[in-house]
T-cell receptor, first 114, second 113 residues
Framework: KAGVTQTPRYLIKTRGQQVTLSCSPI?????VSWYQQTPGQGLQFLFE???????NKGNFPGRFSGRQFSNSRSEMNVSTLELGDSALYLC?????????????FGPGTRLLVL | AQSVSQHNHHVILSEAASLELGCNYS??????LFWYVQYPGQHLQLLLK????DPLVKGIKGFEAEFIKSKFSFNLRKPSVQWSDTAEYFC???????????WGLGTSLAVNP
């Protein structure tokens, strides 16, 4: 089975721009979660989608948004980019919407904001 | 608010040494506990997990962890490390049926051959 894939892998943007990141979960997985990883803050939960519905949201500003499509693929969008948005954005998928489900991670999209 | 703390930020060991990485969490209810590992240049992958039952869980590559409820701890252990264990190790917790993972800041382990 193919793992979680994320595109693009690397991205350079300038302040004020917006960016869209894509995540394709493992086939059959219906839950997708997004995390931001930075050296100072570690991994922080952004949001989680299950069956096209946002189930959980972390403590990020409204500039961060996401969505999930009927095929479980998910996108996250960051508008009005700030320097502090530079990070590795990780997507994780799991089979169902249970807390005990193992989350499988993709390679991440490394975003650099200049 | 839930939090996870990993006490060791950087650990350097020689091959064959024993390893114990500490993880403590703050949450009073039912928790699910995870250890993930990130090898250089690779994805985060699951080492082991605890949901219920035997508090001593075994994972891949000879790792194990013990859940001590009274101490809110889930420490990771390996009796004899190898150079290939050089990686970043993350402890993560979610509460009950919530899939939102709360993460420790990670421990960077370097094993000298």
């Amino acid at each position: 089975k193919a793992g979680v894939t994320q595109t693009p892998r690397y991205l350079i943007k300038t302040r004020g721009q917006q960016v869209t990141l894509s995540c394709s979960p493992i086939s059959g997985h219906r839950s997708v979660s997004w995390y931001q990883q930075t050296p100072g803050q570690g991994l922080q939960f952004l949001f989680e989608y299950f069956s096209e519905t946002q189930r959980n949201k972390g403590n990020f500003p409204g500039r961060f948004s996401g969505r999930q499509f009927s095929n479980s693929r998910s996108e996250m969008n960051v508008s009005t980019l700030e320097l502090g948005d530079s990070a590795l954005y990780l997507c994780a998928s799991s089979l169902a919407d249970k807390g005990r489900e193992t989350q499988y991670f993709g390679p991440g999209t490394r975003l650099l904001v200049l | 608010a839930q939090s996870v703390s990993q006490h060791n930020h950087h650990v350097i060991l020689s091959e064959a040494a024993s390893l114990e990485l500490g993880c403590n969490y703050s949450y009073g209810g039912t928790v699910n506990l995870f250890w993930y590992v990130q090898y250089p240049g690779q994805h985060l992958q699951l080492l082991l997990k605890y949901f219920s039952g035997d508090p001593l869980v075994k994972g891949i590559k000879g790792f194990e962890a013990e859940f001590i409820k009274s101490k809110f701890s889930f420490n990771l252990r390996k009796p004899s490390v190898q150079w290939s264990d050089t990686a970043e190790y993350f402890c993560a917790v979610n509460a009950g049926n919530n899939r939102k993972l709360i993460w420790g800041l990670g421990t960077s382990l370097a094993v000298n051959p």
